[in-house]
């Protein structure tokens, strides 16, 4: 059987621990973005999904220390 995998974008977002001593707060935070963009039907493979979010990740950036980057798979 063979599977066509279609390209995507997505977030590559790196916490480092022991400079960001509320971690696990933030991570709770940016799946909660995840969990409401698919609470409007949508899914993280939609091709606008970066797009839509960016802007709530750059957010969250503001309060927490972390960087991201986004990569094409």
Known sequence: M?????KHREFII?????????HEEC???LNQIVKDYQ???????TPTFIEDNE????????EYTFTYTIEER
């Open 2 to 6: 063979k599977a066509r995998i279609p």
């Open 14 to 22: 790196s916490i480092d621990e022991n400079k960001e001593p509320r």
């Open 27 to 29: 991570w709770a935070k």
């Open 39 to 45: 609470k409007e039907g949508k899914s993280i493979y």
């Open 55 to 62: 802007d709530k990740v750059k957010a969250l950036q503001q």
